[in-house]
Protein backbone atom coordinates (compact mmCIF):
# COMPACT_ATOMS: atom_id res chain seq x y z
CA UNK A 1 0.00 0.00 0.00
CA UNK A 2 1.74 3.42 -0.99
CA UNK A 3 1.85 6.34 1.34
CA UNK A 4 -0.98 8.21 -0.88
CA UNK A 5 -3.47 5.64 -0.10
CA UNK A 6 -2.50 5.43 3.44
CA UNK A 7 -2.98 8.96 4.26
CA UNK A 8 -5.90 9.05 2.57
CA UNK A 9 -8.01 6.49 4.38
CA UNK A 10 -6.98 8.17 7.71
CA UNK A 11 -9.96 10.45 8.64
CA UNK A 12 -9.95 13.80 9.19
CA UNK A 13 -10.24 15.62 12.24
CA UNK A 14 -12.98 17.83 12.41
CA UNK A 15 -12.06 21.53 14.40
CA UNK A 16 -13.91 21.70 17.61
CA UNK A 17 -16.74 24.11 17.72
CA UNK A 18 -16.41 27.32 19.52
CA UNK A 19 -18.09 28.13 22.51
CA UNK A 20 -21.32 29.83 22.83
CA UNK A 21 -22.68 32.30 25.25
CA UNK A 22 -24.40 29.59 26.98
CA UNK A 23 -21.45 27.65 27.60
CA UNK A 24 -22.13 24.80 25.95
CA UNK A 25 -19.69 22.77 23.48
CA UNK A 26 -22.03 22.59 21.11
CA UNK A 27 -22.49 25.14 17.98
CA UNK A 28 -25.22 27.67 18.96
CA UNK A 29 -28.13 27.14 16.62
CA UNK A 30 -29.17 30.76 16.88
CA UNK A 31 -32.02 30.09 19.45
CA UNK A 32 -31.34 32.12 22.77
CA UNK A 33 -30.45 28.82 24.81
CA UNK A 34 -28.80 30.67 27.31
CA UNK A 35 -31.29 32.52 28.62
CA UNK A 36 -29.84 35.70 27.80
CA UNK A 37 -30.89 38.51 25.85
CA UNK A 38 -27.64 38.14 23.44
CA UNK A 39 -28.41 35.94 20.65
CA UNK A 40 -25.97 32.64 21.16
CA UNK A 41 -24.42 33.19 17.92
CA UNK A 42 -22.12 35.38 19.67
CA UNK A 43 -19.00 33.57 20.97
CA UNK A 44 -16.74 33.61 24.02
CA UNK A 45 -13.38 34.04 24.03
CA UNK A 46 -12.19 32.16 26.51
CA UNK A 47 -9.25 34.69 27.21
CA UNK A 48 -11.61 38.09 27.25
CA UNK A 49 -12.84 39.59 30.49
CA UNK A 50 -15.44 37.83 31.77
CA UNK A 51 -17.09 41.43 32.12
CA UNK A 52 -17.75 42.06 28.76
CA UNK A 53 -20.51 39.37 28.68
CA UNK A 54 -22.22 40.43 31.52
CA UNK A 55 -26.08 40.67 30.33
CA UNK A 56 -27.33 44.65 29.78
CA UNK A 57 -29.98 43.92 32.93
CA UNK A 58 -27.41 43.98 35.72
CA UNK A 59 -26.69 48.26 34.07
CA UNK A 60 -30.58 48.66 33.63
CA UNK A 61 -30.89 47.49 36.96
CA UNK A 62 -28.14 50.19 38.20
CA UNK A 63 -29.85 52.78 36.40
CA UNK A 64 -33.35 52.20 38.22
CA UNK A 65 -31.39 52.53 40.89
CA UNK A 66 -29.96 56.00 40.54
CA UNK A 67 -32.96 56.92 39.11
CA UNK A 68 -35.57 56.17 42.05
CA UNK A 69 -32.61 57.44 44.93
CA UNK A 70 -32.31 60.62 42.95
CA UNK A 71 -36.18 60.98 42.32
CA UNK A 72 -36.51 60.41 46.54
CA UNK A 73 -33.97 62.78 46.84
CA UNK A 74 -35.94 65.30 45.32
CA UNK A 75 -39.03 65.01 46.72
CA UNK A 76 -37.41 65.04 50.00
CA UNK A 77 -36.10 68.69 48.87
CA UNK A 78 -39.26 69.95 47.31
CA UNK A 79 -41.31 69.02 50.22
CA UNK A 80 -38.87 70.70 53.02
CA UNK A 81 -39.13 73.76 50.72
CA UNK A 82 -42.70 74.04 50.79
CA UNK A 83 -42.69 73.68 54.27
CA UNK A 84 -39.85 76.06 55.50
CA UNK A 85 -41.21 78.48 52.52
CA UNK A 86 -44.01 80.22 54.65
CA UNK A 87 -42.04 80.34 57.97
CA UNK A 88 -39.09 82.17 56.06
CA UNK A 89 -42.04 85.03 54.11
CA UNK A 90 -43.16 85.21 58.28
CA UNK A 91 -39.30 86.14 59.35
CA UNK A 92 -38.97 88.31 56.59
CA UNK A 93 -40.68 91.32 56.34
CA UNK A 94 -41.22 93.41 52.60
CA UNK A 95 -38.91 95.14 51.53
CA UNK A 96 -38.85 99.14 53.27
CA UNK A 97 -41.05 97.40 55.96
CA UNK A 98 -37.78 97.35 58.60
CA UNK A 99 -37.20 101.02 57.82
CA UNK A 100 -40.73 101.39 58.72
CA UNK A 101 -41.29 99.99 61.81
CA UNK A 102 -37.78 101.42 63.00
CA UNK A 103 -39.76 104.44 62.64
CA UNK A 104 -42.12 103.46 65.46
CA UNK A 105 -41.54 105.36 68.63
CA UNK A 106 -44.77 104.55 70.35
CA UNK A 107 -48.01 102.66 70.08
CA UNK A 108 -51.51 103.45 71.37
CA UNK A 109 -52.55 99.96 72.57
CA UNK A 110 -56.54 99.69 73.88
CA UNK A 111 -58.64 101.72 76.23
CA UNK A 112 -57.95 101.37 79.40
CA UNK A 113 -61.42 99.86 80.23
CA UNK A 114 -60.53 96.98 77.76
CA UNK A 115 -57.45 95.74 80.40
CA UNK A 116 -58.81 95.06 83.77
CA UNK A 117 -56.87 94.30 86.46
CA UNK A 118 -55.14 90.80 86.49
CA UNK A 119 -55.13 90.68 83.00
CA UNK A 120 -52.67 91.55 80.01
CA UNK A 121 -52.62 91.62 75.94
CA UNK A 122 -50.43 91.17 73.27
CA UNK A 123 -49.90 93.86 70.85
CA UNK A 124 -47.22 94.50 67.98
CA UNK A 125 -44.66 96.95 68.39
CA UNK A 126 -42.96 97.98 65.06
CA UNK A 127 -41.02 95.22 64.55
CA UNK A 128 -41.27 93.20 67.14
CA UNK A 129 -43.90 91.56 69.88
CA UNK A 130 -44.64 93.46 72.92
CA UNK A 131 -46.80 92.43 75.92
CA UNK A 132 -48.60 95.39 78.45
CA UNK A 133 -50.31 93.89 81.69
CA UNK A 134 -52.41 95.71 84.00
CA UNK A 135 -51.61 93.90 87.42
CA UNK A 136 -53.65 93.20 90.81
CA UNK A 137 -52.85 96.60 91.65
CA UNK A 138 -53.85 98.05 89.03
CA UNK A 139 -50.33 98.88 87.86
CA UNK A 140 -49.30 98.97 83.87
CA UNK A 141 -45.99 97.57 82.49
CA UNK A 142 -44.83 96.85 79.43
CA UNK A 143 -42.02 94.45 77.72
CA UNK A 144 -40.43 93.43 74.84
CA UNK A 145 -42.62 90.27 74.27
CA UNK A 146 -39.27 87.99 72.31
CA UNK A 147 -38.24 85.39 75.43
CA UNK A 148 -34.86 85.74 75.71
CA UNK A 149 -33.92 81.82 75.86
CA UNK A 150 -34.50 81.21 71.77
CA UNK A 151 -37.17 84.09 70.45
CA UNK A 152 -40.66 82.89 71.04
CA UNK A 153 -42.94 84.84 72.02
CA UNK A 154 -44.38 85.03 75.24
CA UNK A 155 -47.53 86.07 77.11
CA UNK A 156 -49.23 86.91 80.13
CA UNK A 157 -50.82 84.07 82.21
CA UNK A 158 -53.89 85.00 84.47
CA UNK A 159 -53.61 81.52 86.69
CA UNK A 160 -49.69 81.62 87.42
CA UNK A 161 -49.74 86.08 87.25
CA UNK A 162 -46.39 86.10 85.20
CA UNK A 163 -44.83 86.42 81.84
CA UNK A 164 -44.71 82.86 80.17
CA UNK A 165 -42.94 81.17 77.38
CA UNK A 166 -44.76 78.22 76.25
CA UNK A 167 -41.77 77.14 74.04
CA UNK A 168 -39.81 75.97 76.99
CA UNK A 169 -41.54 76.89 80.13
CA UNK A 170 -39.67 80.11 80.95
CA UNK A 171 -41.41 82.89 83.48
CA UNK A 172 -40.67 86.40 84.09
CA UNK A 173 -42.12 88.82 86.62
CA UNK A 174 -44.76 90.58 85.44
CA UNK A 175 -44.11 93.51 87.27
CA UNK A 176 -40.10 94.14 86.51
CA UNK A 177 -39.52 91.59 83.37
CA UNK A 178 -37.18 89.84 85.49
CA UNK A 179 -36.70 85.98 84.63
CA UNK A 180 -37.38 84.13 87.56
CA UNK A 181 -38.01 80.22 85.97
CA UNK A 182 -36.83 77.95 83.45
CA UNK A 183 -34.22 78.89 80.87
CA UNK A 184 -34.28 82.25 79.65
CA UNK A 185 -31.00 84.10 80.91
CA UNK A 186 -31.97 87.43 80.88
CA UNK A 187 -34.46 89.88 81.42
CA UNK A 188 -37.40 90.78 79.10
CA UNK A 189 -36.33 94.55 77.46
CA UNK A 190 -38.79 96.98 79.16
CA UNK A 191 -40.84 99.38 77.42
CA UNK A 192 -42.55 102.74 79.18
CA UNK A 193 -46.60 103.00 79.42
CA UNK A 194 -48.75 105.75 79.98
CA UNK A 195 -52.00 106.64 80.00
CA UNK A 196 -53.34 109.62 77.73
CA UNK A 197 -56.99 110.18 76.80
CA UNK A 198 -57.96 106.92 78.51
CA UNK A 199 -56.17 104.75 76.35
CA UNK A 200 -53.11 103.07 76.97
CA UNK A 201 -50.30 104.37 75.33
CA UNK A 202 -46.77 102.11 75.13
CA UNK A 203 -43.53 103.59 74.03
CA UNK A 204 -39.49 102.94 73.73
CA UNK A 205 -38.26 103.12 77.28
Known amino acids: MSDKESSE ?13 CGKS ?14 CTEHVDPDADPAAYL ?35 YLTPPPGEDK ?10 CKVSEL ?9 FGSFPAVVINDME ?14 CTVQFRA ?13 YDASTGKNIAGPPPKPLPVLKVAIVDDKIVVSKA
Not at 100 to 109: C, D
Request: charged residues 20%; proline residues 6%.
Open 159 to 171: DKQCIYCACHGGE
Open 26 to 39: EPCSGSNSCGGKSS
Open 55 to 89: DDDYDEVLSRSDFMRKAFGGTVLLWGGVALAPIVA
Open 9 to 21: DKPVAEPAPPVGL
Open 116 to 124: PKGTGKNFR
Open 138 to 151: GQLHAFNAICTHLG
Open 100 to 109: EAAKVTSVEV
